[in-house]
């Protein structure tokens, strides 16, 4: 955390940042992306993750995006008791994050009879299991949810749907069905897109 770097990783990391900020501001995206994560992997500043979500952003990769952007909001607020400007970095995020929401869909899950081991994969993504009881963002189209239970066929199942749309799914891991809990239902924004 950037409280417990030292004066030298803070300079790292610090570095890689700037030159992150100089490639995306010359629209070089993947560079920066690669620059603010290896910013990342030595300081999490929330500075540094608002602009990994950016950069994610301007490469299409919204799902990222979003995650990313709503990890730089927590984040932000959080440190934002040992130094103060981070809040704003949090603000942006959260803000940016918001625009962002009504180009994607979203999914919640609920997942019965999981044991331990249960994973849930969501398109391309591994989710933890903290995080199944939140909305899961997906592009709009048609996106796989897997859930997988050793010694099981894996339960995949489907879910269509368009930008600011929300749908509900239960899935018993142990009956290895799914249920609908809820037709989606389109939600509109006002929110102009990001």
Do not use: C
């Not at 490639?23 to 993947?30: E, I, M, P, S, V």
């Not at 996106?143 to 509900?168: C, F, N, Y």
Request: proline share 6%; net charge neutral.
């Amino acid at each position: 955390s950037p409280g417990a770097a030292t004066a030298v990783q803070r300079e790292q990391a610090q570095a890689k940042f700037v030159r992150g900020r100089e490639l995306f501001q010359r629209k070089d995206y993947a560079g920066a992306l690669a620059e603010f994560r290896a910013s990342l992997d030595i300081v999490a500043s929330p500075n540094t993750r608002l602009y990994a979500g950016r950069a994610l952003r301007e490469l299409g990769r919204l799902v990222e995006a979003y995650v990313e952007l709503g990890r730089a909001s927590v984040e932000g607020h959080e440190y934002a008791r040992e130094d103060p400007r981070y809040a704003q970095a949090g603000e942006a995020a959260a803000h940016e994050r918001s625009e962002l929401a009504g180009r994607l869909g979203f999914v919640e899950l609920t997942i019965e009879h999981p044991t331990d081991t249960t994973t849930l994969r969501v398109g391309s993504e591994d989710v933890r299991r903290a995080g199944w009881t939140e909305p899961l963002p997906v592009m709009p189209g048609t996106t796989e949810i897997v859930v997988s239970s050793p010694g099981h066929d894996p339960i995949r199942k489907s879910v269509q749907l368009s930008a600011g749309q929300r749908t509900r799914l239960t899935i018993d891991a142990d009956a290895r069905g799914a249920t609908p809990a809820l037709a989606s239902t389109a939600t509109t924004s006002s929110t102009p897109s990001a």
